[in-house]
């Protein structure tokens, strides 16, 4: 996907409000980890709505804690995952939202199709069932992570639905009801 | 004396006839066979299919009398991969599949999906388009907290005062099918318009209903609001906090009941919410009650934002110029060749959306609404993610039931308007 081509006027509806946040947001995230973005893509010179900030796997607890507590983005919005056809396979995508200028960011990170990636569940406890389903549709393992187990899907499925090389058609019929898993009540 | 008369025989302990080991009998008596913790506590299986859970899904409590130890709730009976239907459809064909996301308020979805998409492709609306939407928009979200707050009362025990929201409810639906002509699955909106106009004097029929409705809920007010029962079965139940709205990513009037200050629609205004005078109920405990009070105001609410919006609806047009989204005039299709290939390409093989990624949130019913939708080109997405809200309040049942008692497990449940369409996806 060619993304870096200049400005679409599109996506500059926040930038009027949020923009110069939104720097000042970059050059401290720059200064305090000196090595952990990639990529950072903002809404005037890319085709996206959010800052973008595609971050490192290893330093990604850093750089989410640090704008969880110091730039007071504090609010997980939405956690998913992207199927790319490059080669780390799959990017984990995270919107955060700063309670107190109702400003959003976009944190980005690569992650290829064996490795894993820290749960965030010690920063958001409601991160538990978002990367349940990343899991689930995508076959992302979660490190750390209590009870990773499907959760739309029987948990008896085969495959990742969500993947880009999952069959469109097919069947996976099961005749008896899902069972119930005794560690769960303990 | 024949064999198997043997355990009749009174110098034959019982226990020794039937199960052949001494204190069987004992043992079998204490031991019930549904105690898988050996410990006299319960487990009870609520759902998929029981009345109270509004839906398919299933909550297993694990009770010690009649508390709530601890429990685990399930879902997804209702999944029908909507995310996979997005990266293969078109835009236009999605939007059928986005009414079915939160079914009380289709139209809240429906125009949530059509602003993201055009954000993406950068089309602007004519303004009565947006007025119109905006209209729908809060209809919806009436309907919607009608049917939460009514729903959530009969599981109490207070069955008229559902069926006065109900009435309201029937009366917005025939509204809504004078727009587009289906009463639940509406699929109204367009990208880059609508359906259809609005008919003649429908802004009228809006503000008489409106007046109705306020008359109603400030009776259902009276009814319930300072009712004793009612508030001691709400009241300080289910308690879910601001930190732990925040832990868990509440938003709407969930989180609102809470104290959490956070409202789209004044904070991240679109459309033409910024020219709108309303307030933003907030509420401090975060209990059932809570719920319930905020999502009655913000009933009054909506309904202040519906007499302004008819009050400044001008006629126009209802589709944007862009030549790239706007579906042909039927006269057009019928009597030129261009029309009709331009109308036949548009269905076959829908309308191209530049390369780019965007995340629409938008105020639904129950909270943000998110649609993040990454383009590479073409004409359907490369991915298509929703975020429904239901799915993060869903998951802060289990720590707002826990210690509680099983009867407000039903209130907990009714209070956070769970919608499994949105929750499965």
Redesign the interface.
Do not use: C
């Given at each position: 996907m060619d993304i870096s081509k200049p400005i679409a006027s599109n996506y500059g509806y926040f930038n009027e409000k949020y923009g110069e946040q939104w720097s000042a947001l970059l050059g401290a995230l720059r200064e305090e980890h000196v090595s952990a973005l990639d990529e950072v893509w903002m809404p005037l010179t890319h085709k996206v709505d959010l800052p973008t900030f595609i971050v490192k796997k290893d330093s990604a607890m850093d750089v989410l804690r640090s704008l969880k507590e110091k730039h007071g983005f504090d609010f997980l919005s939405d956690y998913t995952a992207t199927d790319e056809d490059e080669s780390p396979r799959f990017f984990l995508v995270i919107h955060l939202m700063n309670l107190g200028s109702k400003a959003r960011v976009r944190v980005k990170i690569r992650i290829a199709e064996n490795e894993t990636m820290p749960t965030l569940i010690p920063l958001w406890e409601g991160a538990n069932w978002a990367e349940r389903e990343i899991f689930d549709m995508f076959g992302i393992h979660f490190d750390g992570h209590p009870d990773l187990r499907r959760i739309l899907m029987d948990m008896r499925w085969e495959g990742h639905p969500l993947r880009k090389d999952y069959p469109l058609k097919g069947y996976q019929i099961f005749l008896t009801p899902e069972p119930l898993d005794p560690e769960l009540l303990k | 004396m024949k064999e198997d008369l043997k355990e009749l025989r009174s110098d034959i302990p019982l226990d020794i006839a039937r199960w052949g080991m001494p204190g069987a009998i004992d043992f079998a008596l204490k031991k019930d066979s549904d105690d898988?913790?050996e410990d006299s506590k319960v487990?009870v299986n609520i759902g998929p299919t029981h009345p109270a859970m509004h839906g398919a899904f299933r909550c297993?409590a694990?009770l010690n009398g009649e508390i709530i130890e601890?429990s685990?709730c399930e879902?997804?009976y209702t999944?029908r991969?909507k995310?996979?239907l997005g990266?293969?459809r078109t835009y236009h064909q999605f939007i059928v599949y986005s009414d079915r996301l939160n079914y009380c308020s289709a139209l809240i979805n429906n125009v949530a999906y059509a602003m993201s998409v055009e954000?993406?492709?950068?089309v602007e609306l004519p303004e009565r388009a947006i007025w119109i939407r905006m209209m729908c928009v809060e209809i919806s979200r009436v309907i919607d907290h009608l049917i939460c707050v009514g729903i959530n009362a009969v599981d109490l025990g207070a069955f008229s005062y559902f069926l006065y929201g109900y009435h309201q409810r029937e009366k917005a639906y025939t509204l809504i099918e004078k727009l587009c002509g289906a009463r639940l699955t509406t699929s109204y909106t367009r990208i880059g318009g609508l359906m259809a106009d609005a008919p003649d004097g429908w802004e009228k029929e809006v503000k008489d209903w409106v007046k109705e409705t306020r008359a109603v809920v400030e009776e259902m007010d009276q009814l319930l609001t300072n009712n004793r029962i009612w508030l001691k079965r709400t009241k300080d139940v289910a308690v879910f906090n601001k930190e732990s709205c925040?832990?868990?990513?509440f938003t709407g009037p969930n989180a609102r009941a809470a104290g959490?200050d956070?409202d789209l629609r004044r904070?991240?205004p679109c459309m033409y919410y910024d020219k709108m005078d309303f307030d933003v109920p907030v509420a401090q405990t975060g209990d059932v009650f809570d719920r319930y009070f905020v999502r009655v105001e913000e009933i009054k609410q909506s309904l202040n934002i519906l007499l302004q919006c008819a009050d400044k609806i001008k006629k126009g047009p209802i589709w944007s110029e862009d030549k790239r989204v706007r579906i042909p005039d039927k006269n057009v299709v019928y009597n030129t060749m261009e029309g009709l290939i331009h109308h036949f390409k548009f269905f076959m093989t829908g309308f191209h959306v530049?390369?780019?990624?965007?995340?629409?949130?938008f105020e639904a019913a129950n909270g943000?609404l998110?649609f993040?939708i990454?383009s590479?080109g073409g004409t359907s997405a490369?991915?298509m993610?929703i975020?429904g809200p239901s799915?993060?309040h869903y998951?802060?049942l289990d720590p707002m039931i826990k210690g509680g008692y099983l009867a407000d497990l039903v209130a907990a449940l009714g209070s956070i308007n769970v919608i499994a369409g949105e929750l499965?996806?």
């Open positions: - | 898988i913790f487990l297993m694990k601890k685990y879902f997804g999944h991969a995310e996979k990266e293969n954000r993406l492709m950068g925040l832990k868990y990513s959490v956070i904070d991240q530049p390369p780019g990624e965007a995340y629409t949130a943000e998110g993040y990454v590479r490369h991915r993610r975020r799915f993060w998951q802060g499965d996806r």
